[in-house]
């Protein structure tokens, strides 16, 4: 009964199934959309004060922190107020993850959640219970910058349950028919190709990593590809070639954004540009460089740490997120007052291998979009100990010796004597737990290490 009952609640229209805050989220995003700075920034200023005002009175760990420090909300005036008031990091929450409960909220009024975590360690949070429609306001909105509207079907090629039998399944909540990324054999992804034109999906929304894969077995098996309006790539760092790639073989743009279970920062690129514009209205958002300043100039690199507006069951003020960033320009074509990211990389510091000398290698250094992998059709960087790493490759039937030789003196040429590189080759390289797929898997973490970082490179565009 309850399946039954929950099919048919959603296909009620958007504005009834997702929720009390869909609506009035996306009506209040339409109407702020093209305010100017000045206007925008009272409105993060008064969230602000309403949230710190929540947080002396009702959140335990900060009514302690804010009297041991002497801060009082009542002061507050600016977006850089918040510099005052030290970082929030994970190792924190789970130390402290009672105190950060609100103490007027019943557990009733708020919804337990988890992030993947990093180093094999997931985050338990909680956000408020109707929070879903806002956040889905907000993806709606960044996406109707490609043409998007939330009745608008698509294919959804994420890491989602399905069906055993199938791999595929209709989810009449999301109005997206969910493909198994889990299963991208080649008679899978004909058939996910013929369903998604016999459907004609509008958009595909997907990992890059497993639309990257999609089009490897497409061009191998000599199948057109589906035709979309555009590609929503999710919750992947976008490496430079795969975007060019993807759009030359699929022949609709790749609209990217960057966000997290988190919900403290969200970023997308618009209609004119692919510079990431930090939404102001979902957070306050600092992007913060290694010395602990702020970054401000183009090109200049920091961590992204965020605020929360809107999450009253357990609020994250100045949490840092993990995930790094480069400053873009002052302004984009587009005419929104919203500050720009030439680049994000979701949990950077996961991104980088660790040589002998403690250097740390970027993939962005390492350049994976050469011919050198032309027969290979999945590869994954596997390191157990500084200055080794094991290069997992799963061949095509042309790979030979040639090719094994051609790899290592590029990676060699790249990184030189400060990685020992041994080549294996396994049948099948897995998946993460949610269906992502990770270049580097590191069995150490790099939080305690002191080492030169390696700055990120310009995105190709």
């Known amino acids: 009964m309850k399946a039954l009952l929950r099919s048919i609640y959603h296909r009620l229209p958007p504005p009834l199934c997702y929720g009390p805050l869909f609506s009035p989220t996306l009506m209040a995003l339409q109407d702020s959309e093209h305010w100017d700075e000045d206007r925008l920034i009272r409105y993060q200023v008064s969230k602000l004060r309403t949230m710190l005002h929540h947080c002396a009175l009702h959140v335990p760990y900060y009514s302690r922190l804010f009297r041991k420090i002497g801060f009082d909300p009542e002061t507050f005036r600016a977006p850089s107020y918040l510099a005052v008031l030290p970082f929030l990091d994970k190792d924190t929450i789970r130390a402290n993850l009672p105190d950060l409960l609100a103490d007027n909220l019943t557990p009733n009024q708020r919804i337990y959640f988890t992030t993947g975590g990093t180093m094999g360690q997931p985050l338990g949070l909680y956000n408020m219970r109707h929070s879903g429609g806002r956040e889905r306001a907000f993806i709606f909105t960044q996406w109707a910058r490609v043409g998007f509207q939330s009745s608008d079907r698509r294919a959804m090629l994420m890491g989602w349950p399905v069906s055993k039998q199938r791999h595929w399944r209709y989810d ?86 960057y966000g997290h279970s988190e919900n403290v920062v969200l970023a997308a690129q618009c209609e004119v540009s692919n510079f990431y514009h930090i939404f102001p209205q979902y957070s306050a958002t600092e992007v913060i460089r290694e010395d602990g300043q702020p970054a401000e100039k183009e090109g200049e690199v920091g961590e992204l740490v965020g605020t929360s507006f809107d999450n009253f069951a357990m609020p994250l003020i100045r949490y840092r997120t993990g995930d790094w960033a480069v400053i873009g320009p002052t ?124 700055p990120l490179e310009k995105p190709s565009r």
């Open 331 to 454: 302004r984009c074509a587009c005419g929104r007052n919203y500050r720009l990211l030439k680049e994000t990389r979701g949990r950077w510091r996961q991104e980088m291998l660790v040589g002998k000398l403690d250097n740390l290698i970027s993939m962005t250094a390492i350049n994976l979009h050469t011919d050198v992998f032309d027969n290979v059709q999945q590869l994954q960087f596997y390191q157990r100990e500084k200055g080794r790493v094991e290069l997992r490759l799963k061949r095509k039937p042309e790979y030979t010796d040639r090719d094994s030789q051609r790899i290592l003196a590029a990676l060699e040429e790249k990184m030189g004597d400060t990685m020992d590189i041994s080549l294996v080759f396994p049948d099948e390289i897995p998946l993460m737990p949610r269906g992502k797929f990770r270049f580097i898997v590191r069995e150490f973490d790099l939080s305690n290490m002191v080492a030169g970082e390696v």
């Open 172 to 257: 009449h909540l999301e109005r997206a028919v969910i493909f198994s990324n889990f299963h991208m054999t080649q008679d899978n992804v004909a058939r996910y190709s013929d369903v998604m034109r016999r459907k004609k999906l509008v958009f595909l929304h997907c990992y890059p990593s497993a639309v990257v894969d999609f089009i490897r077995h497409l061009k191998e098996l000599s199948i057109e590809p589906p035709r979309f309006r555009a590609i929503l790539g999710a919750s992947e760092n976008l490496y430079p070639g795969q975007k060019e790639f993807i759009e030359s073989f699929m022949g609709a743009r790749l609209f990217s954004w």
